[in-house]
């Protein structure tokens, strides 16, 4: 049963634009999220994150919103930059729990010049 | 480098054969976390140590696979027998550690395994 997911595969964006990558999650019990990038052959880096108690968060281009009615939360990156093309994941943890993250499968961004 | 590390990056093996992961976590992380990523998936969950002791394994984790984290520090994951299906990418990730489990996770490189 997938808990987090990200519907959109891939994203493509004009360098300097937005980019918005969109994630939604079911189970009412989780309490933290990130977003995590990763490039072929490495491992995930984490980018930014955010706790329930917050609707956003920001750090330097990069903004998280979350919208705990509807479940949502999303990631956004302005300006876009070539170095941004990555698979970013979405993944969110239940609350007391000792941090064991449940995944969304990715969204691949592809920033074109 | 003071990051994550896991050796080796990249094993090829025959099925049946028996294989073994490193993971060398942040030095001061006492929480390290074992994960699988298939093509096109996000990383699974497999097992989680808190300190020496593993207090949870994923049912992803069949009897083939143990993991070890003697002394608390280093973490091994074995897979015996393996099958065509244990390939995947194996990542390894350690965090601080913090009440409610708040924390960042850090990851590993992974190490990329291909059974033939």
């Known amino acids: 049963d997938q808990q987090v997911k990200q519907n959109s595969p891939s994203l493509s964006v004009q360098e300097g634009r937005i980019s918005i990558l969109n994630c939604d999650y079911t189970?009412?019990?989780?309490?933290?999220f990130l977003w995590y990038k990763k490039y072929p052959a490495e491992g995930p880096t984490f980018l930014i994150s955010?706790?329930?108690?917050?609707d956003k968060n920001e750090d330097g281009r990069f903004t998280v919103f979350l919208n705990k009615s509807a479940k949502h939360l999303s990631l956004h990156i302005v300006p876009s930059q070539p170095g941004d093309s990555a698979v970013y994941f979405c993944?969110?943890?239940?609350?007391?729990?000792?941090?064991?993250?449940?995944f969304g499968a990715g969204t691949q961004v592809v920033v074109t010049p | 480098d003071t990051g994550v590390s896991q050796d080796p990056r990249h094993k090829i093996t025959k099925r049946g054969q028996n294989v073994t992961f490193r993971c060398d976590p942040i030095s001061e992380h006492n929480r390290l976390y074992w994960y699988r990523q298939t093509l096109g998936q996000g990383p699974e969950f497999l097992t989680y140590f808190q300190n020496e002791a593993q207090l949870e394994k994923s049912r992803l984790l069949s009897d083939r696979f143990s993991a070890e984290r003697p002394k608390g520090s280093f973490s091994t994951l074995e897979i015996q027998r393996t099958e065509q299906g244990d390939s995947a990418m194996y990542l390894c990730?350690?965090?601080?550690?913090?009440?409610?489990?708040?924390?960042?996770?850090?990851f590993g490189p992974g190490t990329r395994l291909l059974v033939l």
């Open positions: 990730a350690s965090s601080i550690g913090l009440a409610g489990g708040a924390e960042t996770q850090y």
């Open positions: 993944a969110a943890k239940e609350v007391d729990s000792w941090g064991k993250l449940q």
């Open positions: 189970n009412s019990m989780f309490d933290y």
């Open positions: 955010i706790s329930s108690i917050k």
